[in-house]
């Protein structure tokens, strides 16, 4: 066993406004996906988005 450590830089935003707006694209379809979620028991719903490498944007949902 080994252990390894991990850091993490990342950038905190305080507002959706100033963020790059391909992210904010992504944001965008990240919370239309959540509307087609379904979490009747713990009423959780999520929704994701990502950009493929050819500028693809693929949408998902908890189910």
């Not at 965008?28 to 959780?44: D, H, M, V």
Request: aromatic share 8%; net charge negative; proline share 3%.
């Amino acid at each position: 066993m080994k252990t390894v450590k991990l850091d993490i830089n990342y950038t905190e935003y305080s507002s959706i406004g100033e963020m790059p707006s391909e992210d904010q694209e992504l944001v965008r379809e990240a919370l239309e996906a959540q509307k087609g979620s379904y979490a009747p028991y713990s009423r959780f719903n999520v929704g994701a988005a990502v950009r493929l490498e050819d500028g693809t944007i693929v949408r998902g949902s908890n189910q």
